[in-house]
């Protein structure tokens, strides 16, 4: 069994209410729209056969006033000729066919009325149809970006934007590791603090002692005078 058992269901039904319930709208419009066709072919094929047996109709009414006419004419001649009793019987088969012409024109009308019924249910079947069809393209296109939405969402949160930055750490401490080698090199190299003063230290005694000299050279120089 469809969503829908009967042609009515599908005419006062409400699209949107129905993909609102649903769960996977996408499934549901599915099965909306195929429900819609195999009914729209059956409403269609039911009008084919309301329209031949209106036509099977026409044709034995036509035949049947014929038939009518006939007996009327019979009646007509019998009595002409002085068989009263003959036209009696005829008209009474007149009559009959009478009954049968009635019979018949109120199968016509229901008939007419079934075409008419029919008719104006596939219109508002096929409405009905084009409107699930715009809603299955509405929800197609909200699919679609949902689905490119959560692809790039995916890839910017993916474990190789990760890795990348993982590969990235790992050569700044490869790049650490080579610069901390360089440095490595002029350690010891430079002067410490205590070299520093002790250079300090070790010119202040080299400026005393050549301060001593020329005071002891300036001081022979004088006893000679």
């Known amino acids: 069994m469809g969503i829908f058992t009967r042609l009515t269901d599908i005419i ?44 099977e109709v026409v044709r034995s ?45 109120a199968e016509l009308q229901a008939l007419d009325d079934a075409m008419a019924k029919g008719e104006e249910d596939i219109v508002k079947l096929e409405a009905k ?16 970006t949902a689905s490119r939405r959560i692809k790039v969402r995916r890839q ?5 934007i990760e890795d990348a930055f993982t590969r990235f750490e790992q050569v700044e401490r490869r790049l650490d590791g080579l610069e901390g080698e360089v440095e490595a090199f002029d350690v010891g190299r430079g002067k410490s603090l205590a070299d520093e003063l002790a250079d300090l230290e070790t010119e202040a005694d080299v400026e005393a002692e050549l301060a001593r000299l020329k005071e002891r050279l300036a001081g022979s120089g004088t006893a000679k005078a």
Do not use: C, F, Y
Request: proline share 1%.
């Open 12 to 55: 006062n039904s409400n699209v949107n209410s129905i993909l609102d319930r649903a769960e996977e709208p996408e499934k549901i419009i599915r099965l909306v729209i195929q429900e819609m066709e195999d009914t729209l072919v059956e409403a269609r094929s039911a009008a084919a056969r309301t329209i031949a047996e209106r036509k």
């Open 61 to 105: 009414l036509d035949r049947i006033r014929q038939a009518q006419s006939e007996w009327e004419r019979r009646a007509e001649v019998a009595l002409g000729k002085g068989r009263e009793d003959l036209s009696r019987a005829a008209l009474v088969e007149k009559a009959k066919l009478t009954a049968a012409i009635a019979d018949m024109d």
């Open 129 to 144: 149809l084009r409107e699930a069809k715009a809603k299955q393209k509405t929800i197609q296109a909200r699919h679609d």
């Open 156 to 160: 910017v949160h993916s474990t190789r």
